[in-house]
């Protein structure tokens, strides 16, 4: 009877546990963004936290105030302003759109003049004008959940820097492996997550500075906008930086300019896209060597279910489940010490 009772009790704590869990992720899941980036920027800090506590002797309190002002200002700040950016072109076509109508005529009326074909009728034009302005007001809605996302960002950093270690020490016994595997399961997803917060804003930010150098010298209008654009294309896998260059170049061959069109074609596939190669092979040597393929494929599934901080989450997904099935083929397949198949502490 004793046995049947602990098997009631067990099972039924674990169905309370599973119902409460499932409750509280569908009430968190706006918050997501901010939740999974204060994730990132902990792994980030955690070695500063652990300097300023352990070897500095820092009251923990004010270790995580100064590096929360860090974080503001190397991370949030910028991202604050490029967000201002976008706002601010898509505040132009919401409340202007007769300025977007002309445009989309006067290129439509380019290629007409040029090839004999009416790209848009006027109808055609007004639905299109009507598309773009809904999305603008979508795009403005969420920028007051991007403001909630940053301050449950700030709070929940804080609280993460004070409480690290016990935290840490936590998950890794919740872990259904061994002290030894346990620990480097946490380095490895934390060389993940560290890697690809560097890595991934640092090609963007290179990427679209050589595209901004060139749509500058090709005459782009509006260049700096489309560059910071790129930075962001740069996320998206196969296509990236081809759905902003592509386009720019078409736009500038209708308008007659055909020399900086060729150009910015030329200067997109030889220097561009190349470029990405070249940094990812450093970034590789440096950091975690995570296979091209781990990435575009961890993009693809991140994307939808985290956002934006799919980038990051998305391969760390990936690569976890690659992780674990290693595991599992070396210590139940192989036969092999588990303990032993993993690199030492990073």
């Known amino acids: 009877m004793r046995s049947v009772k602990e098997q009631y009790w067990r099972y039924s704590l674990f169905v309370i546990i599973l119902v409460l869990g499932v409750v509280i992720f569908a009430e968190l899941t706006p918050y997501i963004g901010g939740l999974l980036g204060a994730m990132t920027i902990y792994v980030l800090l955690r070695r500063q936290m652990r300097y300023l506590t352990v070897r500095r002797r820092w009251r923990r309190s004010l270790a995580a105030s100064v590096l929360l002002v860090e974080a503001i200002v190397c991370f949030l700040i910028p991202l604050s302003g490029i967000v201002w950016m976008f706002v ?30 009416d790209l848009l009728q006027d109808s055609n034009i007004s639905s299109m004008v009507a ?12 920028i007051f959940s991007f403001g909630v996302n940053i301050v449950m960002l ?3 950093l804080y609280f993460m820097l004070i409480g690290g270690t016990r935290m840490e020490n936590y998950c890794r016994a919740m872990l259904p492996f061994n002290a030894a ?8 997803i934390y060389m993940i997550v560290r890697s690809n917060a560097i890595g991934i804003p640092l090609i963007a930010v290179v990427q679209g500075s050589i595209a901004y150098a060139g749509y500058l010298v090709c005459g782009v209008p509006s260049a700096l906008f489309w560059g910071v654009v790129t930075c962001f294309a740069t996320i998206l896998p ?3 930086t081809a759905l902003v260059w592509v386009p720019l170049a078409a736009y500038l061959a209708v ?3 055909w020399g900086a069109a060729v150009g910015l074609m030329a200067y997109g596939v030889l220097v561009v896209t190349q470029s990405d190669n070249v940094i990812r092979f450093i970034l590789q040597k440096r950091m975690a060597d995570t296979h091209p393929l ?8 991140g994307l939808p ?26 210590k139940y397949l192989d036969g092999a010490e588990t303990a032993r198949l993993f690199v030492p502490d990073r």
């Not at 279910?305 to 070396?330: C, D, E, S, T, Y």
Request: avoid cysteine; charged fraction near 15%; aromatic fraction near 12%.
């Open 154 to 156: 700030l709070f929940v």
């Open 181 to 188: 595997v346990a620990r480097n399961v946490t380095n490895e």
């Open 88 to 117: 601010d072109k898509v505040q132009d076509f919401t409340l202007d759109p007769q300025s977007l109508i002309s445009s989309i005529r006067h290129v439509s009326e380019q290629i007409r003049l040029r090839i004999g074909y």
């Open 131 to 142: 598309v773009i302005t809904r999305f603008g007001q979508a795009f403005l809605q969420g």
């Open 305 to 330: 279910l985290f956002g934006f901080m799919g980038v990051i989450f998305g391969p760390l997904l990936l690569a976890m489940f690659v992780f674990f099935v290693h595991i599992f083929k070396r």
């Open 238 to 240: 196969v296509v990236g």
């Open 294 to 301: 781990v990435t575009i494929l961890g993009v693809l599934i």
């Open 255 to 257: 308008e007659g300019s």
